[in-house]
């Protein structure tokens, strides 16, 4: 089973960093797009970071994080990270990752979330 486990939230001060890290484990046989969501109380779920296999790894970011996060993805260690930089109150929420993943063997195709890690950030 695959299976996404997510680390690195926590509480920060306005303009601090933190690295959300998303490490896949399971019978994989490659990741392909990633990307990073967050949900903030009395909100929606919103995308703010992706990173796209079949675009040639192509970056895509949400208006209200651009210059300020960066989405990455470790092919050899089935991992994705969010670097977070600049982190104002307003980014305080859960984030989840969302994982494409070809399982090995079967190459079935699956879309798999992380549990979610909470950002804080403090002003």
């Known amino acids: 089973q695959v299976q996404l486990v997510e680390s690195g939230g926590g509480l920060v001060q306005a303009g601090g960093s933190l690295t959300l890290s998303c490490a896949a484990s399971?019978?994989?046989?490659?990741?392909?797009?990633v990307g990073w969501y967050r949900q903030a109380p009395g909100k929606q779920r919103e995308l703010v970071a992706s990173?796209?296999?079949?675009?040639?790894?192509?970056?895509n970011y949400d208006d209200s994080v651009k210059g300020r996060f960066t989405i990455s993805k470790d092919n050899r260690k089935n991992t994705v990270y969010l670097q977070m930089n600049s982190l104002k109150p307003e980014d305080t929420a859960v984030y989840y990752c969302?994982?494409?993943?070809?399982?090995?063997?079967?190459?079935?195709?699956?879309?798999?979330w992380g549990q979610g890690t909470l950002v804080t950030v403090s002003s």
């Open positions: 969302n994982v494409a993943v070809v399982v090995a063997g079967s190459f079935l195709h699956l879309e798999v």
């Open positions: 399971g019978p994989i046989f490659s990741l392909n797009d």
């Open positions: 990173k796209s296999v079949s675009s040639g790894g192509s970056t």
